[in-house]
């Protein structure tokens, strides 16, 4: 069974305080690996895919990484706007269903 | 192109009683999802369309919560005799297969109480 975990569960940051958060999974076979973004009470903001190992992705202050076994979503410089719950998603190759395996998020505070 | 909506954005139901949960997708995203969250967890799978074929259904959807997606363009999702622990935020998401490999788009979910 597909499996995703997040670590922190919460991060405190102050504004301008560089940090990564973490997401590991196991997946027979990895079709991609999503990232989003939910403020309290919305539905999940589509941030990043990741196909293949070594790729990388950027958006503003956030980038994207994914190794075999886990991926890194690196904040430079937050800004109490980047406060949010960050969301990690698996999608497994094989068969007709295209379905999102999450983990629990982290929840990212930053302090200004 | 406005995004995936819901309706209600949020519903307070009484234990037993029957409620039916609207999405319109993103235009001509062909396939559509329901996921449902409750709190300090992720959105979990429940089930899946493509066009109007309702091809996977989870362990998690009991005999009471059907789906359906008529002529492949909105979906609804019922729940009957609802009970305390259906309490949660119902998501529906969408998304095209081909250039962008099935990136999924969520609407903004709507919140059901049951007392």
């Known amino acids: 069974e597909d499996q995703v975990t997040q670590s922190p569960e919460a991060l405190r940051l102050q504004e301008g305080e560089s940090s990564s958060l973490n997401c590991s999974y196991t997946?027979?076979?990895?079709?991609?690996l999503f990232w989003y973004r939910q403020d309290p009470g919305k539905g999940p903001e589509f941030l990043f895919t990741?196909?293949?190992a070594g790729e990388e992705k950027e958006k503003e202050r956030l980038k994207a990484t994914l190794t075999k076994k886990e991926s890194f979503l690196h904040i430079t410089a937050p800004k109490p706007e980047d406060s949010a719950t960050y969301l990690c998603?698996?999608?497994?190759?094989?068969?007709?269903?295209?379905?999102?395996?999450f983990g629990k998020g982290t929840l990212l505070t930053v302090n200004p | 192109d406005t995004g995936v909506s819901q309706d209600p954005r949020h519903k307070i139901t009484k234990r037993g009683q029957n409620v039916t949960f609207r999405c319109d997708p993103i235009?001509?995203?062909?396939?559509l999802y329901w996921y449902r969250q409750t709190l300090g967890q992720g959105p979990e799978f429940l089930t899946y369309?493509?066009?109007?074929?309702?091809?996977?259904k989870s362990r998690l959807l009991s005999d009471r919560f059907s789906a359906e997606r008529p002529k492949g363009s909105f979906s609804t999702l019922e729940i009957q005799r609802t009970e305390q622990g259906d309490s949660a935020m119902y998501l529906c998401?969408?998304?095209?297969?081909?250039?962008?490999?099935?990136?999924?788009?969520f609407g903004p979910g709507t919140r059901l109480t049951v007392l």
């Open positions: 235009s001509e995203h062909n396939r």
């Open positions: 998603a698996v999608q497994a190759v094989g068969g007709s269903n295209y379905k999102l395996t």
């Open positions: 990741l196909y293949s």
């Open positions: 997946v027979s076979g990895l079709r991609g």
């Open positions: 369309f493509q066009n109007e074929a309702q091809l996977e």
């Open positions: 998401a969408s998304s095209s297969a081909g250039l962008f490999k099935d990136t999924q788009y």
